[in-house]
Protein backbone atom coordinates (compact mmCIF):
# COMPACT_ATOMS: atom_id res chain seq x y z
CA UNK A 1 0.00 0.00 0.00
CA UNK A 2 1.53 3.53 -1.18
CA UNK A 3 2.22 5.67 1.69
CA UNK A 4 0.28 8.33 3.03
CA UNK A 5 1.55 11.05 5.07
CA UNK A 6 1.01 10.05 8.95
CA UNK A 7 -1.57 12.17 10.68
CA UNK A 8 0.17 13.85 13.47
CA UNK A 9 -2.20 14.25 16.32
CA UNK A 10 -2.04 11.95 19.39
CA UNK A 11 -4.57 12.83 21.39
CA UNK A 12 -6.93 9.96 22.43
CA UNK A 13 -6.16 9.60 25.99
CA UNK A 14 -7.44 12.83 26.36
CA UNK A 15 -11.18 12.00 25.49
CA UNK A 16 -12.71 9.74 28.28
CA UNK A 17 -15.02 8.00 26.53
CA UNK A 18 -12.74 6.61 23.94
CA UNK A 19 -11.57 4.13 26.62
CA UNK A 20 -15.04 2.38 26.34
CA UNK A 21 -15.48 -0.41 24.76
CA UNK A 22 -17.96 -2.13 22.57
CA UNK A 23 -18.62 -5.93 21.84
CA UNK A 24 -15.57 -6.25 23.56
CA UNK A 25 -13.42 -4.22 20.88
CA UNK A 26 -12.00 -0.51 21.45
CA UNK A 27 -14.70 2.20 20.63
CA UNK A 28 -14.03 3.61 16.46
CA UNK A 29 -15.49 6.44 16.66
CA UNK A 30 -16.50 7.86 13.21
CA UNK A 31 -19.58 10.01 13.49
CA UNK A 32 -17.63 13.36 14.87
CA UNK A 33 -20.05 15.19 11.62
CA UNK A 34 -23.02 14.17 13.87
CA UNK A 35 -21.33 15.55 16.94
CA UNK A 36 -17.79 15.10 18.59
CA UNK A 37 -16.48 13.98 21.86
CA UNK A 38 -15.65 15.90 24.55
CA UNK A 39 -12.09 16.03 26.43
CA UNK A 40 -11.94 15.58 29.29
CA UNK A 41 -11.14 19.35 30.36
CA UNK A 42 -14.24 20.52 28.54
CA UNK A 43 -16.47 17.61 30.78
CA UNK A 44 -14.75 19.20 33.67
CA UNK A 45 -15.02 22.83 33.23
CA UNK A 46 -18.81 22.24 32.38
CA UNK A 47 -18.82 20.72 35.87
CA UNK A 48 -16.80 22.79 37.80
CA UNK A 49 -18.96 25.92 36.58
CA UNK A 50 -22.31 24.24 38.21
CA UNK A 51 -20.41 23.57 40.94
CA UNK A 52 -18.22 26.53 41.94
CA UNK A 53 -19.29 29.71 39.89
CA UNK A 54 -23.41 29.08 39.09
CA UNK A 55 -25.26 32.13 38.93
CA UNK A 56 -27.36 34.33 36.50
CA UNK A 57 -25.59 36.18 33.96
CA UNK A 58 -26.42 40.02 33.52
CA UNK A 59 -28.22 40.78 36.85
CA UNK A 60 -26.83 39.80 40.34
CA UNK A 61 -24.78 42.21 42.23
CA UNK A 62 -23.31 39.64 44.23
CA UNK A 63 -19.48 38.12 43.95
CA UNK A 64 -20.76 34.78 42.72
CA UNK A 65 -22.69 36.39 40.08
CA UNK A 66 -19.89 38.86 38.76
CA UNK A 67 -18.15 35.69 38.49
CA UNK A 68 -20.68 34.01 36.26
CA UNK A 69 -20.88 36.70 34.03
CA UNK A 70 -17.04 37.27 33.59
CA UNK A 71 -17.00 33.28 33.04
CA UNK A 72 -19.65 34.01 30.44
CA UNK A 73 -18.41 36.82 28.27
CA UNK A 74 -15.20 35.72 28.93
CA UNK A 75 -15.84 32.38 27.37
CA UNK A 76 -18.18 34.76 24.38
CA UNK A 77 -14.37 37.02 23.70
CA UNK A 78 -12.19 33.31 23.40
CA UNK A 79 -14.85 32.20 20.52
CA UNK A 80 -14.85 35.01 19.02
CA UNK A 81 -10.99 35.31 18.95
CA UNK A 82 -11.30 31.51 17.61
CA UNK A 83 -13.00 32.56 14.43
CA UNK A 84 -11.51 36.01 14.26
CA UNK A 85 -14.57 38.13 14.73
CA UNK A 86 -15.32 40.79 17.28
CA UNK A 87 -17.64 39.36 20.58
CA UNK A 88 -19.89 42.38 20.50
CA UNK A 89 -21.07 40.81 17.08
CA UNK A 90 -20.68 37.03 18.34
CA UNK A 91 -24.03 35.89 19.32
CA UNK A 92 -24.95 32.80 21.39
CA UNK A 93 -27.59 30.98 20.04
CA UNK A 94 -29.15 26.79 20.31
CA UNK A 95 -27.01 25.65 17.19
CA UNK A 96 -26.73 26.70 13.49
CA UNK A 97 -30.53 25.23 12.85
CA UNK A 98 -31.70 28.72 15.32
CA UNK A 99 -28.71 30.81 13.87
CA UNK A 100 -30.46 30.45 10.68
CA UNK A 101 -33.76 30.40 12.02
CA UNK A 102 -32.67 33.92 13.51
CA UNK A 103 -31.52 35.19 9.97
CA UNK A 104 -34.60 34.37 8.07
CA UNK A 105 -37.04 36.02 10.47
CA UNK A 106 -35.41 38.55 12.22
CA UNK A 107 -34.04 40.06 8.56
CA UNK A 108 -35.39 38.03 5.77
CA UNK A 109 -39.17 38.70 7.21
CA UNK A 110 -38.31 42.94 7.13
CA UNK A 111 -36.43 41.90 3.64
CA UNK A 112 -37.37 39.11 1.26
CA UNK A 113 -40.61 40.09 -0.58
CA UNK A 114 -42.53 38.83 -3.36
CA UNK A 115 -41.18 37.59 -6.62
CA UNK A 116 -37.78 38.04 -4.99
CA UNK A 117 -35.77 35.48 -4.61
CA UNK A 118 -33.18 32.98 -1.78
CA UNK A 119 -30.44 31.08 -3.36
CA UNK A 120 -29.10 28.13 -1.42
CA UNK A 121 -27.28 24.98 -2.81
CA UNK A 122 -29.04 21.73 -3.34
CA UNK A 123 -26.31 20.46 -0.69
CA UNK A 124 -27.81 22.10 1.86
CA UNK A 125 -28.54 20.61 5.35
CA UNK A 126 -31.62 20.74 6.30
CA UNK A 127 -30.99 23.64 8.90
CA UNK A 128 -30.12 25.86 6.10
CA UNK A 129 -33.18 24.50 3.98
CA UNK A 130 -36.32 24.71 5.70
CA UNK A 131 -35.97 27.95 7.06
CA UNK A 132 -35.80 29.36 3.39
CA UNK A 133 -38.94 27.35 2.39
CA UNK A 134 -41.02 28.67 4.89
CA UNK A 135 -39.44 32.45 4.61
CA UNK A 136 -40.02 32.20 1.00
CA UNK A 137 -43.50 30.84 1.02
CA UNK A 138 -44.69 33.16 3.74
CA UNK A 139 -43.26 36.31 1.47
CA UNK A 140 -44.20 35.34 -1.97
CA UNK A 141 -40.67 34.60 -2.72
CA UNK A 142 -38.84 31.58 -4.17
CA UNK A 143 -36.14 29.30 -3.32
CA UNK A 144 -33.73 28.67 -5.82
CA UNK A 145 -30.96 25.94 -6.08
CA UNK A 146 -27.25 26.02 -6.83
CA UNK A 147 -26.77 22.60 -8.66
CA UNK A 148 -23.62 20.41 -7.35
CA UNK A 149 -22.29 18.58 -10.13
CA UNK A 150 -20.92 15.14 -10.22
CA UNK A 151 -17.86 15.83 -8.13
CA UNK A 152 -20.35 17.37 -5.31
CA UNK A 153 -19.03 20.75 -6.26
CA UNK A 154 -20.41 24.39 -6.89
CA UNK A 155 -19.93 26.06 -10.05
CA UNK A 156 -18.49 29.49 -9.27
CA UNK A 157 -20.20 30.63 -12.92
CA UNK A 158 -23.42 29.00 -12.13
CA UNK A 159 -22.95 31.83 -9.04
CA UNK A 160 -22.91 34.54 -11.15
CA UNK A 161 -25.56 33.53 -13.44
CA UNK A 162 -28.05 33.40 -10.77
CA UNK A 163 -26.62 36.77 -8.80
CA UNK A 164 -26.64 38.28 -12.36
CA UNK A 165 -30.60 37.58 -12.70
CA UNK A 166 -30.89 40.63 -10.06
CA UNK A 167 -33.70 39.17 -7.75
CA UNK A 168 -31.95 37.59 -5.36
CA UNK A 169 -31.89 39.20 -1.98
CA UNK A 170 -30.01 35.88 0.45
CA UNK A 171 -27.48 33.47 0.03
CA UNK A 172 -26.98 31.07 2.13
CA UNK A 173 -24.31 27.80 1.91
CA UNK A 174 -22.83 25.49 3.91
CA UNK A 175 -18.86 25.82 3.92
CA UNK A 176 -18.25 22.30 4.17
CA UNK A 177 -20.97 19.92 3.10
CA UNK A 178 -21.97 17.60 5.61
CA UNK A 179 -23.00 14.45 2.91
CA UNK A 180 -20.65 15.22 0.12
CA UNK A 181 -17.87 16.92 2.08
CA UNK A 182 -17.11 19.84 -0.50
CA UNK A 183 -15.35 22.89 0.78
CA UNK A 184 -16.89 25.42 -1.18
CA UNK A 185 -15.03 28.47 -1.91
CA UNK A 186 -17.55 30.60 -0.03
CA UNK A 187 -14.63 33.93 0.49
CA UNK A 188 -15.12 33.80 -4.12
CA UNK A 189 -18.86 32.91 -3.96
CA UNK A 190 -19.29 35.83 -0.64
CA UNK A 191 -17.37 38.25 -2.74
CA UNK A 192 -19.27 38.01 -5.60
CA UNK A 193 -22.97 37.59 -3.58
CA UNK A 194 -21.36 41.18 -1.76
CA UNK A 195 -20.79 42.62 -5.15
CA UNK A 196 -24.42 42.18 -6.03
CA UNK A 197 -25.62 43.39 -2.72
CA UNK A 198 -27.33 40.36 -1.71
CA UNK A 199 -27.06 39.36 2.59
CA UNK A 200 -25.04 36.09 2.88
CA UNK A 201 -25.00 33.14 5.52
CA UNK A 202 -22.46 30.56 5.78
CA UNK A 203 -23.41 27.20 7.48
CA UNK A 204 -19.60 26.62 9.26
CA UNK A 205 -21.32 23.88 11.25
CA UNK A 206 -19.02 21.40 9.37
CA UNK A 207 -16.15 23.73 9.22
CA UNK A 208 -15.41 25.46 12.18
CA UNK A 209 -14.12 22.23 13.94
CA UNK A 210 -12.01 20.80 11.57
CA UNK A 211 -9.82 23.82 9.86
CA UNK A 212 -8.79 27.37 10.35
CA UNK A 213 -11.44 29.36 9.89
CA UNK A 214 -11.40 33.53 9.70
CA UNK A 215 -15.04 35.16 9.44
CA UNK A 216 -13.45 38.73 8.28
CA UNK A 217 -11.33 37.02 5.73
CA UNK A 218 -14.20 34.89 4.65
CA UNK A 219 -16.78 38.26 4.75
CA UNK A 220 -19.90 36.75 5.06
CA UNK A 221 -23.03 39.00 6.90
CA UNK A 222 -23.58 35.89 8.94
CA UNK A 223 -21.38 32.84 9.64
CA UNK A 224 -22.76 30.08 11.86
CA UNK A 225 -21.54 27.53 13.69
CA UNK A 226 -22.13 25.39 16.68
CA UNK A 227 -20.54 24.13 19.68
CA UNK A 228 -21.04 20.54 19.93
CA UNK A 229 -19.42 19.41 16.85
CA UNK A 230 -16.36 21.99 18.13
CA UNK A 231 -15.83 19.56 21.19
CA UNK A 232 -18.19 21.44 23.30
CA UNK A 233 -21.21 20.50 25.19
CA UNK A 234 -24.69 20.75 22.85
CA UNK A 235 -27.29 23.34 23.74
CA UNK A 236 -24.65 26.15 22.71
CA UNK A 237 -23.84 27.75 19.10
CA UNK A 238 -22.67 30.76 17.83
CA UNK A 239 -24.08 33.51 14.90
CA UNK A 240 -21.59 36.11 13.93
CA UNK A 241 -22.77 38.88 12.29
CA UNK A 242 -22.26 41.99 10.55
CA UNK A 243 -22.77 44.98 12.83
CA UNK A 244 -24.45 47.12 10.16
CA UNK A 245 -26.92 44.28 9.93
CA UNK A 246 -27.66 43.45 13.26
CA UNK A 247 -27.82 47.11 13.91
CA UNK A 248 -30.44 47.08 11.91
CA UNK A 249 -32.35 44.12 12.46
CA UNK A 250 -35.11 43.85 14.93
CA UNK A 251 -34.85 40.73 17.57
CA UNK A 252 -35.99 37.23 16.72
CA UNK A 253 -37.05 36.34 20.07
CA UNK A 254 -38.25 38.81 23.12
CA UNK A 255 -38.75 38.34 26.45
CA UNK A 256 -35.79 38.85 29.37
CA UNK A 257 -32.36 39.77 28.61
CA UNK A 258 -32.96 41.50 25.75
CA UNK A 259 -34.19 44.99 26.30
CA UNK A 260 -33.04 47.88 27.73
CA UNK A 261 -36.16 48.80 28.79
CA UNK A 262 -39.58 47.94 28.95
CA UNK A 263 -42.66 50.16 30.12
CA UNK A 264 -46.44 48.80 29.48
CA UNK A 265 -46.69 49.13 25.91
CA UNK A 266 -43.42 48.98 24.75
CA UNK A 267 -39.46 47.97 25.07
CA UNK A 268 -36.56 49.36 23.65
CA UNK A 269 -33.61 46.78 22.96
CA UNK A 270 -30.01 45.84 24.39
CA UNK A 271 -27.18 46.74 22.77
CA UNK A 272 -25.28 43.95 20.57
CA UNK A 273 -24.82 40.91 21.40
CA UNK A 274 -27.52 40.91 24.22
CA UNK A 275 -30.73 42.56 21.95
CA UNK A 276 -30.53 38.89 20.23
CA UNK A 277 -30.06 36.65 23.20
CA UNK A 278 -33.56 36.60 24.68
CA UNK A 279 -33.58 34.77 28.24
CA UNK A 280 -31.10 33.13 30.52
CA UNK A 281 -28.46 32.04 28.14
CA UNK A 282 -26.82 28.74 27.92
CA UNK A 283 -24.01 29.71 30.94
CA UNK A 284 -22.68 26.55 31.60
CA UNK A 285 -22.31 25.21 28.03
CA UNK A 286 -21.27 28.67 26.60
CA UNK A 287 -18.03 28.55 29.40
CA UNK A 288 -17.56 25.25 28.11
CA UNK A 289 -17.23 26.17 24.81
CA UNK A 290 -14.66 28.33 25.71
CA UNK A 291 -12.67 25.41 27.05
CA UNK A 292 -12.98 23.58 24.22
CA UNK A 293 -11.76 26.36 21.55
CA UNK A 294 -8.62 27.07 24.21
CA UNK A 295 -8.09 23.03 23.49
CA UNK A 296 -8.31 23.39 19.56
CA UNK A 297 -6.38 26.39 19.38
CA UNK A 298 -3.81 24.54 21.46
CA UNK A 299 -3.63 22.26 19.36
CA UNK A 300 -3.55 24.22 16.22
CA UNK A 301 -6.51 24.42 13.71
CA UNK A 302 -3.75 24.14 10.76
CA UNK A 303 -2.72 20.97 12.80
CA UNK A 304 -6.05 19.53 13.17
CA UNK A 305 -6.86 19.93 9.37
CA UNK A 306 -3.44 18.64 8.70
CA UNK A 307 -4.26 15.37 10.54
CA UNK A 308 -7.97 15.26 9.42
CA UNK A 309 -6.99 15.59 5.85
CA UNK A 310 -4.16 13.13 5.97
CA UNK A 311 -6.91 10.78 7.94
CA UNK A 312 -9.24 11.63 4.78
CA UNK A 313 -6.71 10.73 1.82
CA UNK A 314 -6.25 7.37 4.16
CA UNK A 315 -10.28 6.62 3.89
CA UNK A 316 -10.34 7.45 0.48
CA UNK A 317 -7.58 5.24 -0.17
CA UNK A 318 -8.66 2.13 1.68
CA UNK A 319 -12.58 1.96 1.08
CA UNK A 320 -12.11 1.02 -2.29
CA UNK A 321 -10.99 -1.89 -1.24
CA UNK A 322 -14.37 -2.61 -0.19
CA UNK A 323 -16.59 -4.55 -3.26
CA UNK A 324 -19.61 -2.48 -4.65
CA UNK A 325 -18.05 0.41 -2.14
CA UNK A 326 -19.22 3.92 -4.05
CA UNK A 327 -18.12 7.22 -3.06
CA UNK A 328 -19.98 10.34 -2.62
CA UNK A 329 -18.30 13.83 -2.89
CA UNK A 330 -14.77 15.12 -4.73
CA UNK A 331 -12.06 12.03 -4.87
CA UNK A 332 -9.51 13.81 -3.59
CA UNK A 333 -8.97 14.72 -0.09
CA UNK A 334 -7.66 18.45 -0.52
CA UNK A 335 -10.95 19.51 -1.97
CA UNK A 336 -13.00 17.90 1.29
CA UNK A 337 -13.11 17.97 4.84
CA UNK A 338 -12.79 14.70 6.72
CA UNK A 339 -15.64 12.61 5.97
CA UNK A 340 -16.56 10.26 3.49
CA UNK A 341 -19.79 9.36 2.43
CA UNK A 342 -20.70 5.74 0.55
CA UNK A 343 -23.00 3.67 -0.54
CA UNK A 344 -22.21 -0.44 -0.80
CA UNK A 345 -24.07 -2.37 -3.52
CA UNK A 346 -26.68 -5.10 -1.98
CA UNK A 347 -26.24 -3.71 1.63
CA UNK A 348 -29.00 -0.73 2.78
CA UNK A 349 -26.80 1.94 4.62
CA UNK A 350 -28.76 0.66 7.81
CA UNK A 351 -27.78 -2.52 7.78
CA UNK A 352 -24.12 -1.50 6.99
CA UNK A 353 -24.45 0.95 10.25
CA UNK A 354 -25.60 -2.10 12.08
CA UNK A 355 -23.05 -4.38 11.29
CA UNK A 356 -20.03 -2.02 11.68
CA UNK A 357 -21.57 -1.64 15.03
CA UNK A 358 -21.42 -5.30 15.86
CA UNK A 359 -17.58 -4.33 15.59
CA UNK A 360 -17.43 -1.40 17.83
CA UNK A 361 -17.53 1.16 14.76
CA UNK A 362 -19.84 3.99 15.26
CA UNK A 363 -20.80 5.22 11.96
CA UNK A 364 -23.60 7.41 10.77
CA UNK A 365 -26.52 6.03 7.92
CA UNK A 366 -29.70 7.76 6.44
CA UNK A 367 -30.63 11.02 4.75
CA UNK A 368 -28.02 13.63 6.75
CA UNK A 369 -31.16 15.76 7.36
CA UNK A 370 -30.07 16.98 3.36
CA UNK A 371 -33.16 14.51 1.55
CA UNK A 372 -33.29 17.09 -1.32
CA UNK A 373 -29.32 15.83 -2.18
CA UNK A 374 -30.56 12.13 -1.71
CA UNK A 375 -32.45 12.30 -4.52
CA UNK A 376 -30.00 14.55 -6.30
CA UNK A 377 -27.31 11.80 -5.89
CA UNK A 378 -29.92 9.42 -6.92
CA UNK A 379 -29.65 7.69 -3.79
CA UNK A 380 -32.07 6.85 -0.77
CA UNK A 381 -29.54 7.24 1.90
CA UNK A 382 -25.63 6.78 2.74
CA UNK A 383 -22.98 5.50 5.20
CA UNK A 384 -21.29 8.15 6.15
CA UNK A 385 -18.28 7.93 8.27
CA UNK A 386 -16.76 11.31 9.81
CA UNK A 387 -13.14 11.68 11.86
CA UNK A 388 -12.00 13.93 14.70
CA UNK A 389 -8.97 15.03 16.12
CA UNK A 390 -8.65 11.70 18.53
CA UNK A 391 -9.63 8.97 15.55
CA UNK A 392 -5.86 7.58 14.19
CA UNK A 393 -5.59 4.95 10.70
CA UNK A 394 -6.31 1.91 13.22
CA UNK A 395 -9.92 3.65 13.32
CA UNK A 396 -9.71 3.35 9.35
CA UNK A 397 -8.42 0.20 9.19
CA UNK A 398 -11.26 -1.37 11.78
CA UNK A 399 -13.94 0.21 9.71
CA UNK A 400 -12.61 -1.25 6.40
CA UNK A 401 -12.93 -4.89 8.55
CA UNK A 402 -16.45 -4.26 9.35
CA UNK A 403 -17.15 -3.13 5.83
CA UNK A 404 -15.42 -6.58 4.77
CA UNK A 405 -17.32 -8.33 7.42
CA UNK A 406 -20.57 -6.87 6.70
CA UNK A 407 -20.63 -8.12 2.86
CA UNK A 408 -19.77 -11.36 4.23
CA UNK A 409 -22.97 -11.06 6.18
CA UNK A 410 -24.77 -10.45 3.41
CA UNK A 411 -22.78 -12.48 0.52
CA UNK A 412 -22.42 -15.95 2.81
CA UNK A 413 -25.72 -15.98 2.70
CA UNK A 414 -26.29 -14.99 -1.05
CA UNK A 415 -23.97 -18.14 -1.47
CA UNK A 416 -26.39 -20.72 0.61
CA UNK A 417 -28.92 -19.43 -1.50
CA UNK A 418 -30.95 -22.13 -3.17
CA UNK A 419 -34.95 -22.34 -3.99
CA UNK A 420 -36.58 -23.63 -0.95
CA UNK A 421 -37.70 -26.79 -0.71
CA UNK A 422 -41.30 -28.29 -0.39
CA UNK B 1 -25.37 -17.04 12.55
CA UNK B 2 -26.09 -13.50 13.18
CA UNK B 3 -29.07 -12.92 14.93
CA UNK B 4 -31.34 -10.49 13.27
CA UNK B 5 -29.59 -11.04 9.72
CA UNK B 6 -30.69 -14.95 9.29
CA UNK B 7 -31.13 -16.94 6.39
CA UNK B 8 -34.40 -16.66 5.93
CA UNK B 9 -34.38 -12.56 6.99
CA UNK B 10 -31.98 -11.73 4.01
CA UNK B 11 -33.97 -14.76 1.67
CA UNK B 12 -36.44 -12.05 1.70
CA UNK B 13 -34.57 -9.14 1.60
CA UNK B 14 -32.78 -10.63 -1.76
CA UNK B 15 -36.25 -11.83 -2.91
CA UNK B 16 -39.06 -10.51 -1.71
CA UNK B 17 -42.57 -12.02 -1.83
CA UNK B 18 -45.57 -9.88 -3.64
CA UNK B 19 -43.29 -6.63 -4.50
CA UNK B 20 -43.59 -4.50 -7.88
CA UNK B 21 -47.53 -3.04 -9.09
CA UNK B 22 -50.91 -4.22 -9.02
CA UNK B 23 -52.80 -3.10 -11.38
CA UNK B 24 -55.91 -2.50 -10.78
CA UNK B 25 -55.65 -2.43 -7.54
CA UNK B 26 -58.25 -1.02 -4.97
CA UNK B 27 -56.67 0.50 -1.68
CA UNK B 28 -52.81 2.14 -2.02
CA UNK B 29 -51.13 3.84 0.11
CA UNK B 30 -47.52 5.71 0.73
CA UNK B 31 -44.99 6.26 3.87
CA UNK B 32 -41.88 6.89 5.09
CA UNK B 33 -39.14 5.98 7.78
CA UNK B 34 -38.47 9.51 9.15
CA UNK B 35 -35.09 7.71 10.46
CA UNK B 36 -33.39 7.30 6.43
CA UNK B 37 -36.18 8.82 4.12
CA UNK B 38 -36.99 5.12 2.92
CA UNK B 39 -39.89 4.99 1.16
CA UNK B 40 -42.52 1.93 0.86
CA UNK B 41 -45.90 1.55 -0.86
CA UNK B 42 -48.60 -1.20 -1.17
CA UNK B 43 -51.53 -1.30 -4.03
CA UNK B 44 -54.29 -3.99 -2.91
CA UNK B 45 -57.21 -5.76 -4.25
CA UNK B 46 -59.87 -6.42 -1.95
CA UNK B 47 -62.73 -9.38 -2.97
CA UNK B 48 -65.59 -9.92 -0.63
CA UNK B 49 -64.21 -8.10 1.93
CA UNK B 50 -60.62 -9.87 2.20
CA UNK B 51 -57.23 -8.62 0.81
CA UNK B 52 -57.21 -10.88 -2.45
CA UNK B 53 -53.74 -9.98 -3.62
CA UNK B 54 -51.06 -7.36 -2.68
CA UNK B 55 -48.23 -5.74 -3.92
CA UNK B 56 -44.94 -3.23 -1.84
CA UNK B 57 -42.95 -1.35 -3.75
CA UNK B 58 -40.08 0.75 -3.02
CA UNK B 59 -37.06 0.77 -1.20
CA UNK B 60 -35.44 -0.04 2.43
CA UNK B 61 -32.89 -1.83 4.26
CA UNK B 62 -32.87 -5.60 4.87
CA UNK B 63 -35.49 -5.39 8.19
CA UNK B 64 -37.89 -3.25 6.36
CA UNK B 65 -37.85 -5.36 3.34
CA UNK B 66 -37.79 -8.19 4.67
CA UNK B 67 -40.96 -7.37 6.89
CA UNK B 68 -42.77 -6.48 4.52
CA UNK B 69 -42.06 -9.37 2.42
CA UNK B 70 -42.98 -11.46 4.97
CA UNK B 71 -46.26 -9.96 6.49
CA UNK B 72 -47.72 -9.99 2.68
CA UNK B 73 -48.01 -13.87 2.94
CA UNK B 74 -49.97 -13.56 5.58
CA UNK B 75 -51.88 -10.61 4.14
CA UNK B 76 -53.41 -11.96 1.38
CA UNK B 77 -56.17 -13.92 2.14
CA UNK B 78 -57.00 -11.86 5.78
CA UNK B 79 -60.21 -10.00 5.98
CA UNK B 80 -59.99 -6.21 5.95
CA UNK B 81 -61.23 -6.12 9.40
CA UNK B 82 -58.52 -8.42 10.87
CA UNK B 83 -56.23 -6.11 8.64
CA UNK B 84 -57.62 -3.03 10.83
CA UNK B 85 -56.85 -4.54 14.04
CA UNK B 86 -53.43 -5.76 13.49
CA UNK B 87 -50.82 -4.40 16.17
CA UNK B 88 -47.16 -4.19 16.28
CA UNK B 89 -46.38 -7.11 18.08
CA UNK B 90 -48.14 -9.12 15.57
CA UNK B 91 -45.33 -7.93 13.23
CA UNK B 92 -42.20 -8.57 15.75
CA UNK B 93 -43.31 -11.71 16.58
CA UNK B 94 -43.81 -12.66 12.89
CA UNK B 95 -40.69 -11.28 12.19
CA UNK B 96 -39.07 -14.01 14.79
CA UNK B 97 -36.07 -11.45 15.22
CA UNK B 98 -34.60 -9.20 18.28
CA UNK B 99 -35.70 -5.48 17.05
CA UNK B 100 -34.23 -2.84 19.07
CA UNK B 101 -35.15 0.39 19.28
CA UNK B 102 -34.12 1.74 16.62
CA UNK B 103 -35.10 -0.72 14.23
CA UNK B 104 -38.06 -0.83 15.06
CA UNK B 105 -39.83 1.72 12.50
CA UNK B 106 -37.83 -0.20 9.75
CA UNK B 107 -39.92 -3.45 11.15
CA UNK B 108 -43.62 -1.72 11.47
CA UNK B 109 -43.07 0.58 8.44
CA UNK B 110 -44.88 -2.33 6.16
CA UNK B 111 -47.97 -2.49 8.99
CA UNK B 112 -48.26 1.27 8.63
CA UNK B 113 -48.89 1.37 5.01
CA UNK B 114 -51.27 -1.50 4.85
CA UNK B 115 -53.19 -0.36 7.94
CA UNK B 116 -52.97 3.14 6.33
CA UNK B 117 -54.45 2.11 3.24
CA UNK B 118 -57.32 -0.04 4.66
CA UNK B 119 -58.53 2.11 7.19
CA UNK B 120 -56.76 5.89 6.65
CA UNK B 121 -55.17 5.59 9.83
CA UNK B 122 -51.24 7.07 8.94
CA UNK B 123 -50.20 6.24 13.03
CA UNK B 124 -47.69 4.09 13.55
CA UNK B 125 -48.85 0.70 14.97
CA UNK B 126 -48.37 0.07 18.62
Redesign the interface.
Known sequence: MPPVAESSLSVRADFPILARRESGKPIVYLDSASTSQKPAEVIEALAEHLRAHNANVHRGVYALAQEADAAFEGARARVAAFTGADPETTIFVKNVTEAINLVAYAWGRANVGPGEAVLITQAEHHGNLVPWQVLCRERGASLRYLEVDERGELSLEAVERELARGDVRVLAIAHVSNVLGTINPVAEIVQRARAAGVLTVIDGAQAVPQMPVDVEQIGADFYAWTGHKALGPTGVGVLHGRREVLEGMEPFLTGGDMIASVDFYGATWNELPWKFEAGTPMIAEAVALGVAVDYLQRLGMERVRAHERALTAYMLERLPAVPGLRLVGPPEADARGGLASFTID??????IA??CDREGVCIR???HCA?PL?RRLGV??TARASVGVYNDRADIDALVGALLSARE??DL??R??RP?AC | M?D??R?YI??HY?RPRNFGVLEPHDLEALEHNP?????LGVHILVRDGRIEDLRFHG?????S?AAASIASEELKGMSVGDVAELDADWMIELLGIPVSAT?RK?ALLNLKVVRGAVTGDHSWPT
Not at chain 1, 346 to 351: E, N, S
Not at chain 2, 59 to 63: E, V
Open positions: GIHPHDELAGHQMGAVFHADEA | DLYDLDKLCGDEQGCAIQRC
